[in-house]
């Protein structure tokens, strides 16, 4: 029975969870269309008041040189109540600041909301005790569940 439970356990969240697709990256799956997934995280970072830098869509900048993707954009965000303190750990920091998310259909269809953890990036900089790290990762975690949530 415990082994059953645990199989249901690890299936659950293989299905549902975020997915480390590359080192740093957190990536959730989307039941939305690329663009609906991508125009959800912006809205709702938007009301949390965070500042949208810019949107780009990689899949039209191929277009404008003759070539195809499959959707893929990037949202460029922040403000300086999360990055500041961050950056108070190390200024190096700011290399990947503003923050980013992105938004690709894969080529099994499905969509994915990824970002890069902020706990990778302090350890990058050598700073993985710093103190903005938790409070970025929930409010990310946050953002992108509810671009996601169906």
């Not at 008041?49 to 993707?69: E, P, Q, S, W």
């Not at 259909?105 to 902020?118: I, M």
Request: charged share 20%; hydrophobic share 50%; net charge positive.
């Amino acid at each position: 029975m415990k082994r059953l439970l645990a199989f249901a356990l690890s299936l659950l969240l293989l299905i549902a969870g975020p997915v480390a697709a590359a080192d740093g990256l957190v990536a959730l799956k989307s039941p939305h269309s690329a663009k609906e997934t991508m125009d959800r995280f912006e809205a709702v970072s938007k009301e949390r008041g965070l500042v949208i830098f810019a949107r780009i869509d990689h899949a039209a900048g191929a277009a404008k040189i003759g070539k195809t993707l499959l959707p893929a954009e990037v949202l460029i965000f922040g403000n300086p109540q999360g990055g500041t303190p961050f950056m108070e750990c190390a200024q190096s920091v700011g290399i990947d600041l503003p923050l980013k998310a992105l938004v690709w259909k894969d080529a099994r269809d499905q969509v994915w909301l990824g970002y890069n953890d902020p706990a990778f990036i302090a350890q990058r900089h050598g700073v993985a005790q710093c103190p903005a790290v938790t409070g970025l990762s929930k409010a990310l975690a946050w953002l992108a569940q509810a671009a996601v949530a169906p």
